[in-house]
């Protein structure tokens, strides 16, 4: 799958956020933009459940932080 279609919904796309650290096909800069678009779309659904407007699905923000973590283990 290209790039620019995983990150239009990584969650369409993986599981879980740790299947991104396992994923073959993407280089650690790839899969670091991927966690950086899952996040921002996480945060933006706590934004809308925070003003009454709850998504459809419980996005995994602490998942997401820690697979980050993972590539990033300096920051």
């Known amino acids: 799958m290209r790039l620019d279609a995983i990150l239009r919904d990584p969650s369409a796309v993986y599981n879980k956020p ?5 994923d073959t096909n993407l280089s650690d800069n790839e899969k670091l933009e991927v966690l950086e678009q899952w996040e921002y779309d996480a945060r933006e659904l706590q934004v809308a459940a925070d003003e009454n407007m709850p998504g459809s699905q419980e996005a995994p923000l602490d998942e997401i932080l820690a697979a980050k973590k993972k590539l990033k283990p300096h920051q």
Not at 18 to 22: F, Q, R, Y
Request: aromatic fraction near 0%; charge should be negative.
């Open 18 to 22: 740790s299947d991104i650290l396992n």
